[in-house]
């Protein structure tokens, strides 16, 4: 893994050898987070069994290679985050999804043929193993997840910037600004360093002070997740000390300011 992104998914990784109770209980504790997020369930213990049932009927089937098959690549996923090579974490192990249906599927099939004499049990198995699967997903349809809805806020920012206007981002923001304007590429500047720092790095955006403090005026592009406002306010409560703000457009986890800092000694 490259040195940068290290930091960032360090408790990603497999301890090993393990030092602590914590170390020994990290790969159970999470393989119940994985059900959850980004296999799709919240009933880890039926997941489970589903997946332990389909696992030993496959097997007594004289279906052991593909099992064995179908385990070779957790396996060695388990292994190479141990050996620090690949993080085990929600979105980067999403190409193992697959290999676990396929049990789980078989043995759900399994328990579902036992419980034919009862049917209400059956249905109430069936119920819990596909209602948050189901229900998620139809509900994602009918109001989909906005997460970084940054294309309406820098269209808005190219609109009303002019050229001698500096643009100010954070580190995340230039990936969907880069491919925004791919096509015409606008000059900007970070105040965070890259991965393995926080998201919002407070002392790399106040040695920029200077930067943007030299211009009449600056235009400051936001872009975070769910949850990370508060960093925004933090640094929008200081450039007000700082100057006037003159324009705002704000989007689901994107936002822009046009700041105004000719009038310096007042915000002093």
């Not at 388990?78 to 050996?83: E, G, M």
């Not at 989909?144 to 190219?158: D, W």
């Not at 106040?206 to 030299?214: P, Y």
């Not at 872009?223 to 704000?250: H, M, N, T, W």
């Amino acid at each position: 893994m490259h040195p940068n992104f290290y930091p960032f998914w360090v408790t990603a990784f497999l301890p090993f050898p393990p030092h602590s109770f914590s170390d020994l209980i990290w790969l159970p504790s999470n393989a119940l987070n994985l059900i959850n997020k980004p296999l799709g369930m919240v009933t880890p213990g039926i997941v489970i069994l589903t997946f332990v049932a389909g696992t030993l009927y496959l097997w007594r089937s004289q279906k052991r290679f593909h099992i064995l098959l179908l385990n070779l690549p957790i396996l060695t996923l388990v292994i190479a985050s141990a050996l620090k090579f690949y993080p085990l974490s929600d979105r980067l192990v999403l190409f193992i999804l697959p290999l676990c249906y396929i049990p789980i599927a078989e043995g759900s099939y399994q328990i579902l043929d036992c419980l034919n004499r009862n049917r209400i049990v059956g249905l109430v198995f069936l119920f819990l193993l596909l209602l948050y699967p189901v229900g998620g997903g139809l509900t994602r349809m009918i109001r989909p997840q906005l997460v970084q809805e940054s294309r309406p806020v820098i269209a808005r920012l190219l609109e009303n910037r002019k050229e001698d206007e500096p643009i100010f981002m954070n580190f995340a923001a230039q990936h969907a600004f880069n491919y925004y304007t791919r096509e015409e590429p606008v000059e900007y500047q970070i105040w965070e360093v890259p991965v393995g720092t926080s998201i919002y790095n407070k002392q790399c955006f106040f040695e920029m002070e200077e930067a943007f403090l030299e211009q009449d005026r600056a235009w400051f592009f936001f872009c975070y997740l769910p949850g990370e406002e508060a960093y925004e306010y933090i640094f929008l409560s200081y450039l007000d000390a700082k100057g006037d703000q003159v324009d705002a457009f704000r989007a689901e986890g994107a936002s822009i300011y046009l700041y105004d800092f000719r009038d310096r000694d007042g915000g002093q």
